[in-house]
């Protein structure tokens, strides 16, 4: 039931988000700016992602010591 709450709120994220960018892209040339910005802030969160995903310290901690 989680995996399916959570896969709803993908689907609507990304729904959201790509009205935004279309919305920005009418506004051209202001709306650029706009979406420069959308695409920092989704390279970083990729990023922060990936780090949390590959880093075993913090797999450990979440494991054994934070109960």
Known sequence: ?????YAILLILAIAY?????V??????????????VLIAFGILL????RDRMAN?????YSDNIHK
């Open 1 to 5: 039931m989680e995996y399916a709450a």
């Open 17 to 21: 988000f790509a009205a935004l960018f």
């Open 23 to 36: 919305g920005m892209i009418a506004l051209t040339p202001f709306g650029l700016i706009g979406c420069a």
């Open 46 to 49: 990729i990023k922060v992602l």
């Open 56 to 60: 075993k310290e913090d797999d450990y």
